[in-house]
């Protein structure tokens, strides 16, 4: 075995499991210990800053700059005495990451020493360097400058030394640069038009919350094996590598049992997420060998969606401690299972879940079902964009492949909700006008929670999926910000019950009861959406014909997707919620296919590199012996013997020069083709070059490749295998 590869896979086979002292307190004690969260809060800040605080938390209320000064006092004093010597505006760029800048809470005393500050400016705005992070343009036409600016509705935790404040980031005209601004804004927007749909079913609500509970999947691979492959290294998967004889197909991983090295990691991991108010409840194995998941209890979106930030950037510092990578990719290996990041998201006002049925009385029913229909019609009118939203050159690999959702929105909605839909759609309007009523009601509202109790027929293959009290959004990839799917998925629903709204008050106008206005319009959007409406096997081949024909977005070319970010129909509902100009949607397509194009061309040299330094020369060096030992078959035996006796490595000789010609040919090409994608101005044409010309190529590349790895010699192979890499924990 080639000296390396045994030597990480020696290591990696005898590690044991890293036990760290878990805390003497329960997790209820130590909950949110790095969180200066509303108990600190209380603590720490003047009773009337608290108020006013809570208000601008609780109601939006604006934020009075005024009261800054104090909340910054009262958080460096926490900070402190947790041992904070930095402080940071924490933000999510149009990366894949969040970016910090650590600045310690030094000045100058002005007698020659220093001491600790921290104002209200530097808590409520910073100005970083805006064109230092993909900006998509708006830096050239404007001004370099940007600024963070402090999140209030979702706290400040403590990470190490440092105290991470959640920020926006904005263009210095006013741009959004990041996750969070366009979301806040999405959610506000869904917000105010839920709250008005709600009003006709209980002029007391003040407030709609849109929640989140993700389900994070990822893979663990042992440090040792990682640093031995370059792709990994590089971008996150394999790039070759021949199926393992045995990998997930006797399904014995899923809800197996915990193995203990891995148990170790999870559980300290736990503690940590517990301590940063990270609410982490589920932990399980998932398809893949190696492939595991952890799930929180949902929580309100914004701050869901910056906790899944954190978890990530949180389990690969973990990992390490316990002597593992962790890979969020969503397709590590090819032919097992991807990684995924199942979306469940719901709405909810202050008194309760608005996806839940049963209700309580006929008014929650009707609610209940006006709120699920608009979601089906926001999806339907949108799913080319919410595609989009959740497309990249990663989740590619995994969208369509035979596992995951198809690259299809599609929403399932189970037997017992279909049929309540059918019931409303095909019912007679009398009959419909008695629904308030108590007798005589063919359509008996308050039976759909009996209908809907045992919601068990759940189907994997769909991409939007009605869970029950949720919609569980599973198209999403594992190191995806959540954020990107959640804008797009509530503000097409803002825009949906505002015309909602619309349509039903127009009924009113004319005269119509209020209850029947809505069925009537309810109905009418019932027929609308039935194109979405797919509760069979999302995998099937009819399935991408059938799709066809309803006009549902069946684009599988990711730089083609992104265009549904810019057709009419996506600015006007971004422009009419007010969550994102049509300058904003160009500029951040302009990153997301640069982005893509990057992506590509660093899979592409790397696997390039793995073609020329590791496989050819291995390849060669292995053919090298087989001929060798032809030769050496001459002395020995007579001609026609020797010959008869080396047929066999005669085959393998030829099979290894064909591969290898043809590799090397190819890479000389890809090197080619990315010469002239490279000199391409626009960006969207250039990753449309990338994904029709290098893609496939790498494909084929790939294939020959795992092709020797069948047949070179074992001892000679440099990279870790897919047995080792994923048996091996
Ligand atoms: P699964 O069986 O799909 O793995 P789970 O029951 O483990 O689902 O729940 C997955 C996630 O869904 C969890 O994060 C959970 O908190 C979340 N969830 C449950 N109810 C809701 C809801 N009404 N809104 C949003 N998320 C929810
Ligand atoms: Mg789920």
Known sequence: MSDLRFRVVETAFKKRPVEVAPPKERPSEYFAKYVFNRDKMFRYLPSKVFAKLTDVIDNGAPLDRSIADEVAAGMKKWALEMGATHYTHWFHPLTEGTAEKHDAFIEHDGKGGVMEEFTGKLLVQQEPDASSFPNG?????????????????????????????????????????????????????????????????????????AYLGWEQEYFLVDEGLYAARPDLLMTGRTLTGHDSAKNQQLEDHYFGAIPPRVAAFMKDLEVEALMLGIPVKTRHNEVAPNQFELAPVFEECNLAVDHNMLIMALMRKVARRHGFRVLLHEKPFKGVNGSGKHNNWSLGTDTGILLHAPGKTPEDNLRFITFVVNTLMAVYRHNGLLKASISSATNAHRLGANEAPPAIISSFLGKQLSQVLDHIEHSEKDELISLSGKQGMKLDIPQIPELLIDNTDRNRTSPFAFTGNRFEFRAVGSEANCASAMIALNTALAEQLADFKHDVDCLIEQGEPKVSAILEVVRRYIKACKPIHFDGNGYSDEWKEEARRRGLDCETSVPVIFDNYLTEESVCMFESTGVMTRKELEARNEVKWEMYTKKIQIEARVLGDLAMNHIIPVATQYQTGLIDNVFKMRQIYPAEKADKLSAKNMELIEEIADRTAFIKEHVDAMVEARKVANKIESQRTKAVAYHDNIVPAMEQIRYHIDKLELIVDNQMWTLPKYRELLFIR
Do not use: M, Q
């Open 137 to 209: 343009g708006i830096r050239n036409t404007f001004e370099a400058r940007g600024y963070s600016a402090w999140d209030p509705s979702s706290p400040a935790f403590i990470v190490d030394d440092t105290l991470c404040i959640p920020t926006i980031f904005i263009a210095y005209t006013g741009e959004s640069l990041d996750y969070k601004a366009p979301l806040l804004k999405a959610l506000r927007a869904v917000d105010k038009a839920a709250t008005a749909v709600c009003h006709y079913f209980d002029p007391e609500v003040k407030k709609v919350y």
